[in-house]
């Protein structure tokens, strides 16, 4: 891979947006199928792109995973890695694009559901990416990494400022 790009935004007056853009050699990456958007679960053991929200101050936040299949996962935990649920919440719009050197993916989330972010003044973000190549190998990519091994769930990686409403 050349480069990994995302970025986190406030799209339109009750939402998050993010973008992910990976470029490279994609045929040495193992991508899944896209398929019609659907809920799925451990996401995160093969390509995907990931995002950790936080309102500031509080312990609790939430962890989404998107995979280039169209597969979602949305949870919520009281504090690190620490007291998981799963959110209610409308499906989020993701919307990707394919070529032979770039795969790119655009993803909006509602808070209506999450009442936690929807009316605060600043959110922290963490954005990050797992690519799993044709032999099956993983690695993590994040804006930073709190400490030597990969852990996207350390708050010292939510380094996106995200403003609220």
């Known amino acids: 891979m050349r480069r990994i790009d995302a970025t986190a935004a406030r799209a339109a007056v009750d939402g998050l947006a ?16 896209t398929k019609v958007p659907h809920h799925r679960d451990d996401l995160w053991q093969h390509s995907c792109f990931e995002a950790f929200l936080r309102a500031d101050g509080s312990d609790a936040y939430y962890e989404f995973n998107f995979s280039p299949s169209g597969a979602w996962a949305a949870y919520r935990f009281s504090s690190r890695r620490t007291g998981r649920s799963v959110p ?30 929807k009316n605060v003044v600043m959110i922290s973000s963490g954005v990050a990416a797992v690519m799993e190549d044709n032999e099956g190998r993983l690695s993590y990519w994040a804006l930073a990494h709190g400490a030597a091994q990969p852990d996207f769930h350390d708050p010292r990686t939510f380094m996106l400022r995200i403003p609220g409403k």
């Open 88 to 117: 209610e919440m409308a499906p989020p719009q993701i919307e990707l694009r394919r070529g032979a050197d770039v795969l790119a993916m655009t993803v909006r989330i509602s808070l209506e559901e999450l009442p936690e972010l």
């Open 18 to 33: 993010f973008a992910f853009r990976v470029e490279g050699d994609l045929s040495r990456l193992r991508l899944p199928e």
